[in-house]
T-cell receptor, first 114, second 115 residues
């Protein structure tokens, strides 16, 4: 079984400030981990993913995330928030073997203040 | 290159009715996955079709069914609609059976309201 917990349904930052969106997972097998972004009235877009190899993963739009196995975490960060980053962000996990059925977190709404 | 498209954009049905949602996958993609996203929730995997066969199913009852056509477009059918079926239904296409290591491309979704 696998599950994803995103801490904080809403995160509010000022433009130019650090963005930190938290994701913790549980999985009985080594996971593949993903972050998606969803803008209003649009589908999800992949920001970045971790499958194997380097644990610090860089994605689009200046986002990055670090896989920390000991903490079962995959937090998303961006050094400097931009107004255009305001959106809903979803963390997702799939098992690395067998069924590839994904489990998504409930999402975190990022609010960026001018 | 055409992205993933879904129709209709919005739909209102009443309890007990049946609904069909449609998805055209991105050019060259042979795998389609369907998700249900209730308000304030993350997407939940319904099922996936690869080369016209169901290939993986989430925790949804049999009244949720699907089809994939030779051109890789897809339909999601829901029978005996319930109020809790009200949600945004997302379609995602990808190349290859093992889709979740690779990138899925999502459509904008169909918003279904059941009254």
């Amino acid at each position: 079984a696998q599950s994803v917990t995103q801490l904080g349904s809403h995160v509010s930052v000022s433009e130019g400030a650090l963005v930190l969106l938290r994701c913790n997972y549980s999985s009985s097998v080594p996971p593949y981990l993903f972050w998606y972004v969803q803008y209003p009235n649009q589908g999800l877009q992949l920001l970045l993913k971790y499958t194997t190899g380097a644990t610090l993963v860089k994605g689009i739009n200046g986002f990055e995330a670090e896989f920390k196995k000991s903490e079962t975490s995959f937090h998303l960060t961006k050094p400097s928030a931009h107004m255009s980053d305001a959106a809903e962000y979803f963390c997702a996990v799939t098992p690395s073997g067998g069924s590839y059925i994904p489990t998504f977190g409930r999402g975190t709404s990022l609010i960026v203040h001018p | 290159e055409t992205g993933v498209t879904q129709s209709p954009t919005h739909l209102i049905k009443t309890r007990g009715q049946q609904v069909t949602l449609r998805c055209s996958s991105q050019s060259g993609h042979n795998t389609v996955s369907w998700y249900q996203q209730a308000l304030g929730q993350g997407p939940q995997f319904i099922f996936q079709y690869y080369r016209e066969e169901e290939n993986g199913r989430g925790n949804f009852p049999p009244r949720f069914s699907g089809l994939q056509f030779p051109n890789y477009s897809s339909e999601l059918n829901v029978n005996a609609l319930e109020l809790d079926d009200s949600a945004l239904y997302l379609c995602a296409s990808s190349l290859g059976q093992v889709t979740l290591q690779g990138e899925q491309f999502f459509g904008p979704g169909t918003r279904l309201t059941v009254l």
